[in-house]
């Protein structure tokens, strides 16, 4: 029964005979009751509203398109189609706007930590937060060398160790001494590039201002246009601009006498 009153009250606001039997009415009050049900009755603008979107409805009215809302134009009526559809963007765009401060928010706090982070590590270094990573990164690539370096090396003396033990024991003599002479020019010749094994394009050899062969080879740029173009086409593109002499000012060409 009381169901049915309710929705006989949804149709009819203004029936005073069955807002008396039903406290829910909003004939009996100034302010906006949420029912159970869907739907909120709105005493200002005398319409029932959808509960999801009964918060978002403010003083400010729907206008018909963006210029009309610039100057304060045309608006929808209250309860229209169009109107709830303008209810539900706002609705809409007050959601996106919460998601987007909250992911701010969330970018800060990494932010902050990742800074305070920094500030720990660079301590320990005895740098600053801002050459924290150069730092880091180029002793990592020196260990990682080193490595490299080592890994190569090893074999060629460890042989050598073979060989002096063999000349120690009197083994082969002839032949032992002939193999260190062709070890030696090995250890001779034995280089590594250094970057031939590290990426010089990494960005913490940047941060020194080296620049890679290929930066610079695309900084030559040997298409670029002459700097003032000419609308003479009969005039070639390497030709260079001659320089215009001063034209001296009255002023300057005066001669003057000595008393």
Known sequence: MTKVLNSLVRLDPGNNSL???????????????????????HDKLGIWIPNDLFPYVTDEPVYTSNRQAKIKGQHYEPGCIYWLNGIRKRKA??????????????????????????????????TSSNRIEYREDMCKDLTNFQDHFHKKITPL???????????????????????????????????????????????????????????????????????????NIDRHNSEVKKLRLDILSPEDSKVFTLP
């Open 19 to 41: 807002s008396a039997s039903n406290t829910h009415s909003p004939a009996i009050t100034s302010q906006p009751i949420l029912l159970k049900e869907e739907n909120t009755w």
């Open 93 to 126: 765009a007050h959601k996106l706007a919460v998601r987007q401060q909250k992911e701010y928010e969330a970018r800060e706090v990494k932010r902050l930590a990742y800074e305070e982070e920094l500030s720990t590590r660079a301590k320990l270094w005895g």
């Open 157 to 231: 003396t460890d042989r050598r160790s073979v060989l002096q033990n063999r000349l120690t024991q009197g083994k082969n003599v002839y032949k032992t001494n002939k193999q260190l002479l062709q070890l030696e020019q090995d250890f001779g010749c034995f280089n590594i590039d250094y970057f031939s094994v590290m990426d010089d394009c990494a960005p913490h050899y940047r941060y020194k201002g080296h620049t890679s062969d290929d930066t610079k080879h695309l900084e030559l740029r040997p298409h670029k246009r002459p700097p003032i173009p000419s609308t």
